[in-house]
C-alpha cells in the first residue's frame, strides 16, 4: 500500500484468555466490514486478522469464499505474512451486496494453527441507478362525462438501488398532456398520485364526439422526487356511452316486392348515429309495428348498421297489391342515463305487389279418388281439383298412367275411366293405384300432381271347379268312394270363398254332392256304376255380392284300385289277372322293354348322324344330296298328342306306308281306313285349285334362310289342296256332352259323295272327332 494509504484497523478474531492455555474458550463475534460501493480507490485495505496466540513458528493467513477463490473471483485478497484483507476492484451492490469469507491461521507445512473464522463484508449503496417505468407506454381508458376524480389507470416504475434508502423512494408525476384532435381540451384534465401512479379525471367535459384520446408526458424521480428521474407516456381512450339515439334518415321509404317469392330483400333503410361505429352504442336494432300476418321481417347489416326489410311470406298480388309498414329503430344497447331523451325514431314504408303470372294449383295433392274396380269405362271420377290464380286458359294431360285406365278432358280437366281396373295388376299397391296429372297455363307455366286411385274390391270373377277330372274306385261303396272338388277364385274377399257347389237338380245323373268345408265338396256316385268315363255337371258360387256362378263338367273315371286306393292302369290289370305272370317273368319283360326302346334311340341317332354327314359343307344349311326337291330332307318333328294321358297319340308319319313312293310337296298323307288314291276333301278350301310355286332352291348364304322359309311358309297358306297345319293335331276326348268348343280349323262345308266315314263312329270316342270333321251330313 502507499504511504498515504491508512492502516486498516486490526481485527483479533482468535482471542485466548492466557498464554499458553491450549483450549479455546470461544471464538469472538467479528463484526461486519462495510465497504462502499464504487470506490476507485483500488486495492484498498479493508482489515487486517491477526492471531493473539504466540507461536514459535511462521504463521501464514489464507482466505477462502465468494469474492476469492469462488465466483465473482479476484474481488478480495489477503496478505499472507500480515493479515490484511484488500478489495481488488470497485463493487457494485446491485450484483452483489454482501460477501461472506473464511480467515485461516496455518503452519508453513500447512497445520491449522486456528479454526477458521468468517469474516462478513458488506457493500454500501450509492444512488447510482435511475428510477425506470415497468412499460414503455401505458394505455387506458375513461368513459366520456366521467366525473372529476374518476380512476383512469395505474402505471408503476422500479429503481435498482438499495429500497430501505431513499436512493429507492419514488415519486411521480404528469409533466405534459396532448388531446387527439390536437387542441381539442387545452385544460388539464388528469391528476397523479406521487407515490402510487393512480391517474385520475381533475376536471368536467370528457366528451367522445370533441376528443378521442390524450396523451400524457408522465416523470418518476428518486429519493422522494429529488434524485435520479426518468419519462414514460400513457395513452388514454375517451370510451363512448350511448348518449346518442339512432334516427332514420330519411323517414319514407317505397319498395316493390315480387309475388310468390319469400326470403328475399326488397329494400333498405338507413340511420343515423353519433355514437362509436362497431359498438353497441351504435348498433341499430329495427323492428316491424304493423305486421300481424308475418310476412315481412328485418334485419341489420353489421357493416353498414342499414336495415334489410325482406319477405318471408309469399305474397299474392290477387289478395293483397300493397302494404303500409311503420317501423322503429333503437340501439343494442340501452340509451345512458347522461343522454338526452328524445322520442324513438320511426319511419314508413309502402311495399307495393308485383303481380306475377302463377302456375295453377292443385287444391290436393295427391288427388285422392275412391272408386270400385269394375267402374265402367266412361265413369267420371273427378273434376274441379286444379285452379289458377290468373284465371287463365288451361291445358290437362296424364303424364303418368302406366295401366292406360285414365281419360283426361284436357280443356276441364275431368278424369274419366277408360277401362275398368284390376286390382291384380302390377301397379296396384295396397288397392292403390297412382298416376300423374300435368297442367299447363296459357303462358306455358305448367305445375304436376298425383292422383291416388283407391280401388274397392268387386266380385268381378266367377270361381272355376279344379280339378277338372279324376277317378273312383268301382270296388268301394258309393260312400266310401268319392272325388274331392275345390274351386279357385281370381277375386280377393269377401268375394271368393265361401264356394257352395250343387248339381243342377234339371240335369239327371247318378252323382250326388257332400259339401267338406267352405271350400272343398266331394263328390260320390249314388249307385255301383260300370267302368268308364262320367261327364258330372258342377255349379259352383262364391259368396261376392251378388254372387257368381260357373258350370262345368268334371270328367270322372271309374276303374279298379289297387290295395293303396289308386287307378290300376292297362297294365296293371294284365298283371293282377288270373294269368299268373310270376316275377321272373315280369322283370324279364320289364328288361326287354328296356333294351328295346334303347336299340331304338340307338337307331335314331345314327340314321340321324348319318343324314347330317351327306350334307354339302359347300352349300347352304338345308342342302342335301338331292337339290330337286328340299322339302324332301325336311326332318320330323316330335309329335305333341292330346295331354299327359294320351296313351295312344300317333305320329303322323305312320299314316305314310314306308313302301309307297315318297310324297310330294302339297300332297296329303293317306288316312287309315280311306282307298288308295281317295282323298277327304277339305271343307274350309275350294276344290281342284292350282297349287302355288314353291322354292326350290334354297340360298347358298345361311343368313337368307329366314327369308326362304317365310316364302315356303307363305306358299303353303295358301295352297287349298293340302291340309291346314292344326290337321296333324290330336285332342284329347273331353267325354260326352262337352260344352267346350272344337279347337279344330276344320269344318265340314261340303262332303265327298263317294265316300261313307260314318264307320268312324265305331272305332270308338277318339274317331268320333274325325268322323265329325269328314261326315257329309
Known sequence: SSAEEQPPRVLHPWRHRGRGLARVRRDWIIPQIRVLENSKQVPEALVQIKSDKIFTGEVIYKLEGPGVDQEPKNLFEIDDKSGVIRSKQPLDREKHSSFTLKAFALSPSGERLENPTTIEIVVLDQNDNRPVFTQSQFVG??????????SVMSVSATDADDPTTENAILSYSIIGQESLPPNAVTK???GINNETGTIYTRDVGLDREVVKSFRLRLQIADMSGQGLTSEG??????SDINNHAPQFSPAAYSFKAVENRKSYEVGRVNVTDRDDPGTGNWEAKYSILNDQDGNFDIRTDPVT???????????????????????????????????QNPPVSTAAVRVTVVNQNEAPHFSEDPVLIVVPESVPPGTLLKSNYVSDPDNSELRFEISRDPERWLDINRVTGDITAKRSFNMRSPHVRNNVYRAV??????????????VSITLKETNDFPPQVVPGGGFVCKEA??????????????????????????????LPVNWTLSQLNTTHAVLHPLVQLEEGEYAVPLLVSDSGRPALSSFTHVNVSVCLCDPSGDCKSAAGAVLGSSVGLSFIALIIVTASVALLLLLLLLAAAVSACGRRHRLRKDTGLLVGESEDDVRDNVFNYDEQGGGEEDENAFNIDLLWNPHDAPPTPGSYYPTPGFPRGKQPLRRDAPHNLPSPVYPRRP????????DYINDGLQAADGDPNVPPYDTALI??????????GSLSSIASGSSDGDQDYDYLNDWGPRFQKLAHMYDPR
Not at 381508458?141 to 374518476?150: D, K, L, N
Not at 407516456?233 to 375517451?238: M, R, S
Not at 274331392?484 to 257352395?500: E, G, K
Not at 285332342?731 to 267346350?740: I, K, V
Open 141 to 150: 381508458a375513461v368513459s366520456e362525462f366521467s366525473v372529476p376524480g374518476t
Open 437 to 450: 296429372v300435368k297442367v299447363t297455363d296459357a303462358e306455358g307455366l305448367s305445375t304436376s300432381g298425383g
Open 233 to 238: 407516456v400513457a395513452i388514454i381512450q375517451v
Open 699 to 706: 340360298p347358298a348364304d345361311p343368313t337368307d334362310i329366314e
Open 188 to 190: 388539464v384534465m388528469f
Open 305 to 339: 348498421n342499414q336495415g334489410l326489410l325482406t319477405v318471408v311470406k309469399p305474397l299474392d298480388f290477387e289478395a293483397r297489391s300493397e302494404y303500409s309498414l311503420k317501423l322503429r329503430v333503437e340501439n343494442v344497447n340501452a340509451l345512458s342515463s347522461k343522454a
Open 477 to 506: 261303396t258309393p260312400e266310401a268312394s268319392g272325388l274331392v272338388v275345390t274351386a279357385v277364385d281370381q277375386d280377393f274377399p269377401p268375394h271368393a270363398a265361401p264356394f257352395r257347389f250343387e248339381i243342377p237338380d234339371d
Open 731 to 740: 285332342y284329347d276326348y273331353e267325354g260326352e256332352g262337352s260344352l267346350a
